[in-house]
C-alpha cells in the first residue's frame, strides 16, 4: 500500500495538479465552513467508497450478477473494469489516515483517484455502456470539490516524492504502535 500511494503521489502529479488549480481558483468558492465540514467527512466518504468498490467486486466474484450493474459486457472489458475500481479502492483506503490528518499525499491520492476514475469512464464510454457528457460532469465536480478543499490540507510547499511518502507512512505506522 505504501508504495502504490507514493506512486501516485510523485511530483509528476502535483504538477499536473498545479496546472488544473490555476482554471479552479477562478470559480466561485464554497464558504470556508462549508470547506472545513466536508473535509473532516471527507475520510470517511472515502472510506466507506472504498468499501462499496471492494463489495461490488466481491459480489462480482460470487457470482452474484444482481449486485454488478455491468452485466452482458465482453469479459476482458469487465475485468479492466474492475482492475481500475480496485486501484482506487486500494488507493481510497491508502489516503484514508493522510486524510485523517488532513495530508497533502491523501488531497494527492484522492486526485489520482479522481483521473483513474475518468480513465474507467472513457473504457466505459468505448463499450457504449455511458455518454460523454456524464463523464465531464463528473470529471469536473470531482475536481472541483478537491480544488476546493485543497486549502484545508497541508499542501503548502511540500513536495511529496515517492521518498517523503513512505517516512510518513511509516511514522504514521510508529505512532499507531506507540498508542498500542
Known sequence: MQKLL?????????????????????????????????????PYFVFVFAIIFLSTFAFALLGLKHFVFRWGVFEPFRL?????????????????????????????????????????????????????????????????????LQTEFSLGNTVATRKTAKKTLKSSGKRKAKKK
Open 6 to 42: 507514493a506512486f501516485f503521489t510523485q511530483k509528476s502529479i502535483q504538477d499536473l495538479s498545479k496546472q488544473f488549480g490555476s482554471f479552479f481558483r477562478e470559480l466561485p468558492h464554497l464558504p470556508k465552513s462549508a470547506r472545513k465540514v466536508l473535509a473532516d467527512l471527507l
Open 80 to 148: 479492466l473494469s474492475w482492475g481500475i475500481d480496485i486501484l482506487i479502492a486500494l488507493l481510497f483506503l491508502a489516503a484514508f489516515e493522510s486524510l485523517r490528518r488532513k495530508e497533502a499525499i491523501g488531497w494527492y491520492a484522492l486526485f489520482s483517484t479522481t483521473w483513474l476514475s475518468a480513465l474507467k469512464h472513457l473504457f466505459e464510454m468505448a463499450w457504449g455502456l455511458t455518454g460523454w457528457f456524464a463523464g465531464l460532469i463528473s470529471l469536473f465536480l470531482s475536481l472541483y470539490l478537491l480544488y476546493e
